[in-house]
T-cell receptor, first 113, second 113 residues
């Protein structure tokens, strides 16, 4: 499978717990993006990596959110002390330098109770 | 500040007819535009894109038109098929911006058999 994969697909957690999501981009895609999507909205940019470097972060990304891409391949997004407002679909996308088309993974749906 | 807008939340079309989905943007620096299709519980799937140096791009049943002076783009699907029923997002980016992609809020298309 050469597409973007994300794990887990679903996560239910209690408020205050920490959660971590993983994204495996398409091989050799050096650019990786995280988005958040809530009901009735389009994907909202959270952060962006070029290889292992995190180059941009949205103001939506509070201090409770952290993302890493340690070896320039897979990436993790951690949310600490989750809040009910964090409930959303978290999407990962990747692309190459040459093409501006992003390819999305299936997303991780988070529900914070 | 919504830089990409899809003002029609929903659209219903008879099978075999043309579907026209519209998108407006406000940032004149945007120079690359994409359409994505999204089924429930899945990530967006890339459909078609267009660079600002063109005013039309066609791929099978899908054609995207770009009117830069009006800051408007549209996606035409001809003929529409029931399998086209999904939420469609338009997205835009600016080469100089490099990394941020801005999405509209989506239009839910229903193709009636």
């Amino acid at each position: 499978d050469t597409g973007v994969s994300q794990n887990p697909r679903h996560k239910i957690t209690k408020r205050g717990q920490n959660v971590t999501f993983r994204c495996d981009p398409i091989s050799e895609h050096n650019r990786l993006y995280w988005y958040r999507q809530t009901l009735g909205q389009g994907p909202e940019f959270l952060t962006y990596f070029q290889n292992e470097a995190q180059l941009e972060k949205s103001r939506l990304l509070s201090d409770r959110f952290s993302a890493e891409r340690p070896k320039g391949s897979f990436s993790t997004l951690e949310i600490q002390r989750t809040e009910q407002g964090d409930s959303a679909m978290y999407l990962c996308a990747s692309r190459t330098d040459r093409l501006e088309t992003q390819y999305f993974g299936p997303g991780t749906r988070l529900l914070v109770l | 500040d919504q830089q990409v807008k899809q003002n029609s939340p929903s659209l219903s079309v008879q099978e075999g007819r043309i579907s026209i989905l519209n998108c407006d943007y406000t940032n004149s620096m945007f120079d690359y535009f994409l359409w994505y299709k999204k089924y429930p519980a899945e990530g967006p799937t890339f459909l078609i894109s267009i660079s600002s140096i063109k005013d039309k791009n066609e791929d099978g049943r899908f054609t995207v038109f770009l009117n830069k002076s009006a800051k408007h783009l549209s996606l035409h699907i001809v003929p529409s098929q029931p399998g086209d029923s999904a939420v469609y997002f338009c997205a835009a980016t600016a080469w100089e911006d490099g990394n941020q992609f801005y999405f509209g809020t989506g239009t839910s298309l229903t193709v009636i058999p």
